[in-house]
């Protein structure tokens, strides 16, 4: 638990902070890093040890696609998005023709350009947006809460389970605690920012109010897609008969391990501010 809570204070420390408080380019640079990163962990736990090449074409087109993202460059990235599908493709077909690959293998490595490429993507495009900067800090902040928030009041109050086959230990009384946290943070998180941001110059002032429904409709709905990434996560593990993804940071297990549950946000935030706001 230590380990833990200490691993998560240093990311916070050394990514989290500057990423917030940092112009856009800051996060790209940490999305370049940190989704290739995901990539691999995900492509090396479940694609077949002779058709890792696949995974290395993804890999190959993670930093274009986050960079068109940047760029909000949507022909660009539709392109790049089919150049990758026919490159794998083409890939898988000579390998499973040579025995090396299989269809599961294809399909895995076909999905990565959605998850966890695509979704992420969404995070550059919604630092880019208007009020960008308050938006990304409030989905992260969010998810965090919502993920501590279900963490303790599973582990204190939790009676009836809710996934078994999926997360034996996630419950009911976790999901409702996550909830109950990312609401209530949430809306403390938009009336702070809006005074604090005109005191500190760091802070970009948002450009307009925003509703109190809105902030409780995301921040619901944050805390789901937390719930729903981390249980996506778990169905890969499951599916693939592995404990974590990887080992790199203590007491959280691989990037993707840390990542599952903000990784679907991005996309539900920058979706859902798109066609409300």
Not at 136 to 142: E, N
Not at 243 to 259: E, Q, S, T
Request: hydrophobic share 55%; with cysteine; charged share 10%.
């Amino acid at each position: 638990m230590i380990t833990r809570l200490l691993s998560a204070l240093v990311m916070i420390v050394v990514l989290a902070l500057p990423v917030a408080f940092g112009p856009a380019w800051v996060l790209l640079v940490f999305a370049m890093i940190v989704v290739p990163w995901c990539v691999y962990e995900l492509m090396h736990s479940t694609l077949s040890k002779s058709a890792s090449a696949l995974g290395y074409i993804l890999m190959a087109g993670t930093e274009g696609f986050l960079w068109y993202s940047y760029q909000a460059n949507f022909v660009l990235l539709f392109l790049l998005s089919a150049g990758l599908a026919l490159s794998i493709i083409i890939a898988g077909l000579y390998l499973f023709e040579k025995d090396m690959a299989t269809g599961r293998d294809v399909a895995m490595a076909l999905s990565g350009i959605v998850y966890p490429i695509g979704f992420f993507s969404f995070w550059v495009l919604l630092r880019n947006a208007p009020d960008g900067r308050f938006w990304m800090i409030f989905g992260l902040v969010c998810t965090f809460i919502a993920d501590g928030g279900a963490y303790f009041a599973g582990k204190y109050l939790g009676r009836h389970k809710l996934s078994p086959r999926l997360s034996p230990k996630k419950t009911v009384e976790g999901l409702i605690g996550g909830i109950a946290a990312g609401i209530v943070f949430g809306l403390v998180l938009g009336f702070a920012y809006q005074k604090m941001s005109n005191e500190f110059s760091m802070m970009e002032p948002l450009i307009r109010n925003y509703p109190v429904w809105l902030f409780i409709m995301l921040s619901f709905a944050v805390a789901l897609l937390d719930l729903a990434g981390d249980l996506t996560a778990s169905m890969f593990k499951r599916e693939f008969g592995i404990k974590d993804f990887g080992n790199v940071i203590p007491g959280h297990g691989g990037m993707l391990d840390r990542m599952d549950g903000v990784i679907p946000v991005g996309a539900a935030l920058y979706i859902i501010l798109t066609f409300i706001v």
